[in-house]
Structures are given as structure tokens and as C-alpha cells.
């Protein structure tokens, strides 16, 4: 075998070698990440029961359980969804909360009310910041942000407990509270399979303020919360959000989702 030979072979195989490692040590970007991640369909609609329960800094549990009602209006009229609140629990039978969505785009803030039994009225309640929702989420937290509203870059690959995870830090552009959000997405050969299972929140000055966990059920081509635990580091607090009996694509009306409608409750 001439050298000239022997010198293409081995350039060859130094080409085979090398090319699959330069694939595979190729990461997508922050932003694609969020985009084949974070946005996720939803179905047209969803009916569930939704049990939260609370631990309070001296320990004490606080449960209270809800029918859920949730429709998708995609921004048509510039509305992205609307949810309701019927309370299930014994202790406050009869409360009901409603909150219309806004695009981002929107001079709107979100609409919310609240059906009180007691002197059976509807009431027009303010958006709540996430210094008056220390136990939970904030309104703010509660939308799909738009990928625009965030810078996004990639962190990392993490493996915990043998499964890998994207690891996303999104700074925004303004915000009034968080100084920056550092998302974990699961890591799958299929983008679809690809879902936020922990998001880590921190102050303007880089503490973090509490950590978000859920875990992801596909119902149907749609995917919904199965549960979600918020642990809040400034209020030294727990809530837990447990979704069952969950349905989608179960064509409710525009009726459901009005003043009157939670004053008369849901019957199914």
C-alpha cells in the first residue's frame, strides 16, 4: 500500500470519527428550545377538578377544591382564554372566581371577578401582583409570555436521577419583579415530547424567589397540568395543585365564562 494510500485512508477515518461528535456537541439555542417547549397545545377547551393545598409557615395544611372550567380563544378579539373557579369545598361553597386573558399585546390587563354568596353579588377584583400572591402564583405568572419578551439563553444539558433536561435562563426585557427565570425542559429524541417541568424565579437582584414543578399529562394530542408545586422561599410556604377528572376538547359554551354564569354556578 502506498503512503499516498494510507494517507487518504487515514483522513478518512479521521472524518468519520470527528463528524459525529461535532453533531452531537451541537445545542440548540435558548429560543428554540422555548419555542418547540414552552408552547405547548392546550385543546379548544378543559373541565377538571382542582384540589390546592397549602403549607403555611407554622406547618398548618389549608385544602380547598374547585371545578375548573378553562377555554382557548387563540386572541380571537384579542382574548387568549378564559377560566373559572367553582368552589367544591364545604367551607366556602358557593365562591366562584372568573379571569379573562389578554394578548400581550393589549393595553388590557387581565379582567377578573368573584362570585360571593354571602351577598350575592359579582365583583370586578384587580390584578394581583406577585407581592399579594406570595403563596402561589401572580397573574403575571399565570400567562404564556411571548418569546419576544425575554432574552433566552442556553445554559446547559443537566441529568438528574438518569433523565436530561434543557436548561434555560430567559432574562426580560421588563419586568417589574423578576430579574430573570431559569427554566429545566425534559430532553426527548421528539421535540413534542419536550415540556418546562421546573422553572426557577429570582428578584431584581438575582434571589431566588420561589420554584415552580409540575408534571405533564398528554390528553388527546392536548397537553395539561397534572399537578404543580410551588415552593416560595420568601414566604417559607408550600401550595400544591393536584388536576383530576381531566377532559378536554368538551365544547363549552362563551355562556359559561360570564358575570351571570358565576353567579348561577355550574351544573353539568
Given at each position: 500500500?502506498?503512503?499516498?494510500?494510507?494517507?487518504?485512508?487515514?483522513?478518512?477515518?479521521?472524518?468519520?470519527?470527528?463528524?459525529?461528535?461535532?453533531?452531537?456537541?451541537?445545542?440548540?439555542?435558548?429560543?428554540?428550545?422555548?419555542?418547540?417547549?414552552?408552547?405547548?397545545?392546550?385543546?379548544?377547551?378543559?373541565?377538571?377538578?382542582?384540589?390546592?393545598?397549602?403549607?403555611?409557615?407554622?406547618?398548618?395544611?389549608?385544602?380547598?377544591?374547585?371545578?375548573?372550567?378553562?377555554?382557548?380563544?387563540?386572541?380571537?378579539?384579542?382574548?387568549?382564554?378564559?377560566?373559572?373557579?367553582?368552589?367544591?369545598?364545604?367551607?366556602?361553597?358557593?365562591?366562584?372566581?372568573?379571569?379573562?386573558?389578554?394578548?400581550?399585546?393589549?393595553?388590557?390587563?387581565?379582567?377578573?371577578?368573584?362570585?360571593?354568596?354571602?351577598?350575592?353579588?359579582?365583583?370586578?377584583?384587580?390584578?394581583?401582583?406577585?407581592?399579594?400572591?406570595?403563596?402561589?402564583?401572580?397573574d403575571d405568572d399565570?400567562?404564556?409570555?411571548?418569546?419576544?419578551?425575554?432574552?433566552?439563553?442556553?445554559?446547559?444539558?443537566?441529568?438528574?436521577?438518569?433523565?436530561?433536561?434543557?436548561?434555560?435562563?430567559?432574562?426580560?426585557?421588563?419586568?417589574?419583579?423578576?430579574?430573570?427565570?431559569?427554566?429545566?425542559?425534559?430532553?426527548?429524541?421528539?421535540?413534542?415530547?419536550?415540556?418546562?417541568?421546573?422553572?426557577?424565579?429570582?428578584?431584581?437582584?438575582?434571589?431566588?424567589?420561589?420554584?415552580?414543578?409540575?408534571?405533564?399529562?398528554?390528553?388527546?394530542?392536548?397537553?395539561?397540568w397534572e399537578s404543580?408545586?410551588?415552593?416560595?422561599?420568601?414566604?417559607?410556604?408550600?401550595?400544591?395543585?393536584?388536576?383530576?377528572?381531566?377532559?378536554?376538547?368538551?365544547?363549552?359554551?362563551?355562556?359559561?365564562?360570564?358575570?351571570?354564569?358565576?353567579?348561577?354556578?355550574?351544573?353539568?
Amino acid at each position: 500500500m502506498s503512503n499516498r494510500t494510507m494517507s487518504k485512508i487515514i483522513v478518512a477515518t479521521m472524518l468519520a470519527l470527528l463528524t459525529p461528535f461535532s453533531i452531537a456537541a451541537e445545542a440548540p439555542s435558548g429560543s428554540e428550545i422555548v419555542q418547540r417547549c414552552y408552547y405547548k397545545n392546550a385543546g379548544d377547551d378543559q373541565r377538571s377538578r382542582l384540589l390546592v393545598t397549602s403549607t403555611l409557615t407554622n406547618g398548618k395544611k389549608v385544602s380547598s377544591e374547585y371545578i375548573r372550567l378553562w377555554k382557548n380563544y387563540a386572541g380571537k378579539d384579542g382574548i387568549v382564554d378564559k377560566v373559572v373557579l367553582y368552589t367544591a369545598s364545604a367551607h366556602n361553597q358557593g365562591l366562584a372566581f372568573m379571569r379573562w386573558g389578554y394578548t400581550n399585546d393589549s393595553p388590557r390587563l387581565a379582567d377578573q371577578w368573584v362570585y360571593l354568596p354571602e351577598m350575592r353579588i359579582v365583583k370586578r377584583i384587580s390584578k394581583r401582583t406577585p407581592e399579594e400572591m406570595d403563596w402561589g402564583f401572580s397573574d403575571d405568572d399565570l400567562r404564556e409570555r411571548d418569546i419576544s419578551e425575554d432574552d433566552h439563553r442556553f445554559v446547559e444539558i443537566r441529568t438528574i436521577e438518569g433523565k436530561e433536561f434543557y436548561v434555560v435562563e430567559s432574562t426580560p426585557k421588563s419586568d417589574p419583579v423578576y430579574g430573570k427565570r431559569i427554566s429545566w425542559f425534559s430532553k426527548h429524541d421528539d421535540w413534542e415530547q419536550c415540556v418546562e417541568k421546573r422553572v426557577d424565579y429570582f428578584d431584581k437582584e438575582m434571589k431566588m424567589l420561589k420554584k415552580q414543578f409540575v408534571t405533564w399529562r398528554q390528553i388527546d394530542g392536548a397537553w395539561v397540568w397534572e399537578s404543580a408545586v410551588i415552593k416560595n422561599f420568601k414566604a417559607d410556604s408550600t401550595i400544591v395543585y393536584d388536576v383530576k377528572e381531566i377532559e378536554v376538547n368538551v365544547g363549552l359554551k362563551d355562556r359559561e365564562f360570564t358575570p351571570r354564569a358565576l353567579a348561577r354556578g355550574y351544573k353539568r
